[in-house]
């Protein structure tokens, strides 16, 4: 048995290396002369591990966090300068070294939470590591890889004209009305004439004779029956599909220059300066009466819940009434002309519109609620008419002096969509097809033009140029 003295221990070595090599003297001259070289050697045949080129690796986009760490006492600065620039490359120095040469030294394998956590590069547009090529901020977006959205086409030219004799020129009469059920109706002198839009067939409701004449139409909702406002004061029912007239209410003392139906209670407005209300369910001509104005009544519209009632004047007010009082709820007193263009929007509750004549030229919206003005728009020209869009959240108005146009409004921005002339008179009356796509706008120049302003509520897309109708012009009478 050998001796503790005697027994030689037997190392495998792999084949070129020796037991020299392993000697305690040559390793600690390694490291003594370390500190005079560029860099370790890279010389050695034989290695325990692969360590790749690391300057070529880009491993700061991986949000390593250089983050020091003391140095150990007796640790030798130049050493771990060395030892980092081998591991991590020459230009690692630059994203993690200390500014100053003192005290502390980064550790690149001290702990961080940011541990192989990507980090996106802010590289030029060109380089194949940008997440975009037109954008340089971290991360992709949807609108970065969607397209952008075409504006929308509206034809600037009228799909079909109809001439329509005797179609007055009087900014306070309402004289053109499309129903539920596709048909037209528009008032010429003294007769109402229906325009069915399904297949072009004119039919004559009605002759008032020559001692009176037409100064409003509007259909009921259903689109069966036609309220009439006469020059003398009168209110007369049409049933519009057998062209019999089914009853006359009286009440006002000159002319009915509008009319506006809610669900069952038809409201009608007068130059005597009375809204009353009607109700074709009882026996009287008039349930209510609204006192408010001090000038002829121009404009009259039912909010889309039925509630309240707004109604423009001559004396330059807006007011608006509920079913509680027999005093307007809101008495809006800003807009310096005649107020005969008013709508309520149909996407939001509360929310109405109205234009001012030529002496103020605006737009103005309100929350009814409180009363308080949203928003003001100075169009330049007298504002006529406006209507909303049911398919979309834009605004529709026809103008008068001095530029007789039409203007479609993108709500709230109230950016211009599209401007339409075409008309040579200033433009006093506009109705909306039922699909709420199309629009037909009189004038004084005694036509009425149609014009596709909307898109459907299913498939927005672009309008084209052609219509379901010609491009000729058609006599309506």
Same mark, same amino acid.
């Given at each position: 048995?050998d001796?503790p003295?005697?027994?030689k ?7 070129g ?7 305690l003297d040559?390793?600690?001259s ?6 005079t070289l560029?860099s370790?050697?890279?010389t050695?045949t ?8 690391? $300057?070529s690796s880009r ?5 390593l ?12 600065e ?8 081998e591991?991590?490359g020459?230009?690692f120095d630059s994203f993690?070294?200390?500014?100053g040469?003192?005290g502390?030294?980064a $550790?690149p394998?001290?702990?961080?939470? =940011? ?6 590069e802010?590289s030029?547009?060109n380089?194949?590591y940008?997440?975009?090529i037109?954008r ?13 959205k075409?504006?929308r086409?509206?034809?600037?030219t ?5 001439d329509?004799p005797s179609l007055?020129d009087?900014?306070?009469?309402n004289l053109?009305? #499309?129903?539920?059920?596709n048909?037209l ?6 007769s109402?004439?229906?325009? =069915?839009?399904s297949n072009?067939?004119v ?5 008032l004779?020559?001692n009176d004449?037409?100064c409003?139409v509007?259909w009921t909702?259903e689109g069966s029956?036609?309220?009439?406002g ?7 029912i049409?049933?519009g599909?057998?062209c019999?007239?089914v009853r006359?209410?009286s ?7 509008v009319l506006? #139906?809610?669900?069952?209670?038809l409201?009608?407005?007068s130059?005597?300066?009375n809204?009353l209300q009607?109700?074709?369910r009882?026996s ?5 009466k609204?006192?408010?104005?001090k000038?002829?009544?121009c404009?009259?519209? #039912?909010?889309n819940?039925?509630r ?5 004047g001559?004396d330059n ?9 027999q ?10 002309? !005649? ?7 149909p996407?939001q ?7 001012g004549?030529?002496?103020?030229r605006?737009?103005?919206? #309100?929350?009814?609620?409180n ?5 003001s728009?100075?169009?330049? $020209?007298q504002?006529?008419?406006? !209507?909303?869009?049911k398919?979309v959240?834009?605004?529709v108005?026809?103008?008068?002096y001095s530029?007789?146009q039409i203007m479609?409004?993108k709500?709230? $921005?109230?950016?211009k969509v599209a401007?339409?002339t075409?008309?040579?008179?200033r433009?006093l009356?506009l109705a909306m097809s ?11 120049d005694e036509?009425?033009r ?8 299913k498939t ?5 140029e ?12």
């Amino acid at each position: 048995m050998d001796s503790p003295q005697t027994r030689k221990t037997v190392l495998n070595l792999p084949t070129g290396m020796s037991e020299s090599t392993l000697r305690l003297d040559s390793l600690s001259s390694s490291f003594r002369g370390i500190s005079t070289l560029s860099s370790p050697s890279k010389t050695s045949t034989c290695s325990d591990r692969f360590i790749p080129c690391r $300057s070529s690796s880009r491993l700061h986009q991986f949000g390593l966090n250089d983050k020091s760490s003391p140095v150990k006492d007796g640790g030798n600065e130049v050493y771990q300068r060395l030892l980092r620039s081998e591991l991590f490359g020459s230009d690692f120095d630059s994203f993690g070294s200390p500014a100053g040469g003192g005290g502390q030294v980064a $550790s690149p394998i001290s702990p961080s939470k =940011n541990m192989l956590r990507f980090k996106t590069e802010h590289s030029g547009p060109n380089s194949p590591y940008s997440p975009s090529i037109l954008r340089h901020d971290s991360g992709l977006s949807n609108e970065s890889c969607t397209p952008p959205k075409p504006p929308r086409k509206v034809p600037k030219t009228p799909h079909k004209v109809l001439d329509a004799p005797s179609l007055q020129d009087d900014f306070y009469l309402n004289l053109v009305d #499309w129903s539920s059920q596709n048909v037209l109706a528009v008032g010429l002198g003294t007769s109402v004439y229906l325009w =069915n839009a399904s297949n072009s067939k004119v039919t004559r409701l009605c002759d008032l004779g020559p001692n009176d004449g037409v100064c409003s139409v509007q259909w009921t909702k259903e689109g069966s029956y036609l309220s009439i406002g006469t020059n003398g004061g009168q209110v007369q029912i049409w049933d519009g599909t057998q062209c019999k007239k089914v009853r006359t209410m009286s009440g006002h003392q000159t002319r009915t220059g509008v009319l506006a #139906w809610n669900s069952r209670i038809l409201a009608s407005g007068s130059r005597d300066r009375n809204i009353l209300q009607h109700d074709m369910r009882v026996s009287n001509d008039c349930i209510n009466k609204f006192v408010g104005h001090k000038s002829e009544v121009c404009g009259l519209k #039912w909010s889309n819940d039925d509630r309240e009632l707004a109604s423009g004047g001559n004396d330059n007010q807006l007011l608006v009434w509920n079913q509680h009082s027999q005093q307007p709820a809101l008495r809006l007193t800003e807009h310096t002309a !005649a107020v005969k263009a008013i709508a309520w929007s149909p996407h939001q509750s509360g929310l109405l519109a109205s234009g001012g004549g030529t002496a103020d030229r605006c737009i103005r919206f #309100w929350n009814t609620a409180n009363g308080h003005q949203l928003n003001s728009v100075d169009t330049g $020209s007298q504002v006529c008419n406006l !209507a909303w869009s049911k398919n979309v959240n834009e605004i529709v108005s026809t103008h008068g002096y001095s530029q007789n146009q039409i203007m479609v409004w993108k709500y709230p $921005s109230m950016s211009k969509v599209a401007t339409l002339t075409g008309h040579s008179m200033r433009v006093l009356y506009l109705a909306m097809s039922p699909d709420g796509q199309t629009i037909v706008t009189g004038a004084g120049d005694e036509t009425l033009r149609f014009w596709t302003v909307f898109p459907s509520v299913k498939t927005p897309t672009p309008c084209k140029e052609t219509g379901l109708w010609s491009l000729g012009r058609t006599q309506i009478r």
